[in-house]
């Protein structure tokens, strides 16, 4: 028998990139568009995103809110020894300036993220979940109101089961 994974640590190193060139910058700014954060909840929120399998390092982060701050597309408040950033009208400006680039980084790292999560998931679970998408798939457009209902109830159940076991 072997061993239980640590699920808070990678299973398996990162064997490319998870971010590409300037989207840590472009996300930066897209999740201070939606609210105020510090630093460190900005390092929490990006390693979220990528299951903790990739974090990004404060050595990456704070150059960054600097940057942003030299700029003026971000202000700092501090609040308790720590700075909570926000992004200035200006920021705003620069973020509708470039929103085409920050979707597309959006859309780069939710690929990114969903590749490595998926990638560190277990032989067996995406096995499973393979099978489940053919499943599914099998149906096509042909789907009962009363079916698509049970099967709806049956995924979130399981969804509610799998929650459970990872507390």
Not at 67 to 76: D, H, Y
Request: charged fraction near 25%; aromatic fraction near 4%; proline fraction near 5%.
């Amino acid at each position: 028998m072997t061993a239980p994974r640590d699920l808070d640590g990678p299973a398996r190193p990162l064997t490319s990139r998870p971010l590409s060139r300037g989207d840590l910058r472009l996300l930066v700014l897209s999740l201070l568009a939606a609210q105020p954060r510090h630093g460190y909840e900005l390092i929490q929120c990006i390693s979220e995103m990528f299951v903790r399998v990739y974090t990004p390092s404060a050595g990456s982060i704070y150059p960054v809110l600097a940057q942003f701050e030299a700029a003026g597309w971000v202000s700092a408040l501090e609040e308790a020894g720590r700075k909570r950033y926000q992004l200035t009208a200006l920021g705003q400006a620069e973020l509708a300036a470039q929103r085409e680039e920050v979707d597309a980084a959006l859309h780069r790292v939710r690929h990114s993220a969903r590749s490595i999560a998926k990638a560190n998931l277990p032989p067996v679970v995406r096995d499973a979940m393979r099978e489940l998408k053919q499943a599914l798939g099998l149906h096509h457009a042909r789907w009962q109101d009363d079916n698509a209902v049970a099967v709806a109830q049956a995924l979130r159940e399981a969804a509610a089961q799998i929650r459970a076991q990872g507390r």
